[in-house]
């Protein structure tokens, strides 16, 4: 079956330290995206990512990097300088041309400073 | 800036009905829709595309006033499996293929 697959579920980050969220699609989407998910608030986009090695800052990239070297994957790395990681992360994709299927969303990794 | 939707929070009896509405500072190119139950991710609900839309998704539906940059989702007859949170989702024109979602709204339907 096609989907979205995102590792670890739950990751735990000691402070100064960077981690690296996986998401993996086999839905062959061009378009790939990173939310962060606080109580509250709603979704906000860190990074997107139209096509293979070319990617844009969201409204919230500061603290976070990503690469997009293949079509299939669109890894998030939580630097140290990011001083709030805490947070439900979502990865999605969306197919391009008139898509009237939305997005398709990972099942989240749950990142926690300890 | 994020689109605006209210209310925060509703409280249904099955088979009452609700309103959910999404409203945004920018034009608009297109909203969706998405529900999201606790600790899972968010599912595709329904996408509108121009002014006027009206989507169905089972006894889910939704319109979209593009003129007032609006979005409205309609619940009839709720069942329980309506519970989550429900968020709306916005392309700003220009911005081909970004959302940017409101801040959710939480629907709790009881027997």
């Known amino acids: 079956d096609g989907g979205i697959t995102q590792s670890p579920k739950y990751l735990f980050r000691k402070e100064g330290q960077n981690v690296t969220l996986s998401c993996e699609q086999n839905?062959?989407?061009?378009?790939m995206y990173w939310y962060r998910q606080d109580p509250g608030q709603g979704l906000r986009l860190i990074y997107y990512s139209q096509i293979v090695n070319d990617f844009q800052k969201g409204d919230i990239a500061e603290g976070y990097s990503v690469s997009r070297e293949k079509k299939e994957s669109f890894p998030l790395t939580v630097t140290s300088a990011q001083k709030n990681p805490t947070a439900f992360y979502l990865c999605?994709?969306?197919?391009?041309?008139?898509?009237?299927?939305?997005?398709?969303f990972g099942s989240g990794t749950r990142l926690t400073v300890v | 800036q994020q689109p605006v939707q209210s209310p925060q929070a509703v409280i249904l009896r099955e088979g009452e009905d609700a309103v959910i509405n999404c409203s945004s500072s920018?034009?608009?190119?297109?909203v969706h829709w998405y529900r999201q139950k606790h600790g899972e991710a968010p599912v595709f609900l329904m996408i509108l595309l121009k002014g006027g839309e009206q989507m169905r998704h089972e006894k889910i539906s939704a319109s979209f006033n593009e003129k007032k940059q609006q979005s409205s989702l309609y619940l009839t007859a709720s069942q329980l499996s309506y519970s989550g949170t429900y968020f709306c989702?916005?392309?700003?024109?220009?911005?081909?293929?970004?959302?940017?979602f409101g801040t959710g709204t939480l629907l709790a339907v009881q027997p």
């Open positions: 999605a994709s969306m197919g391009a041309g008139p898509d009237l299927y939305g997005y398709t």
């Open positions: 920018k034009a608009l190119y297109s």
């Open positions: 989702g916005t392309e700003e024109r220009g911005a081909t293929n970004k959302l940017i």
């Open positions: 839905l062959n989407h061009d378009a």
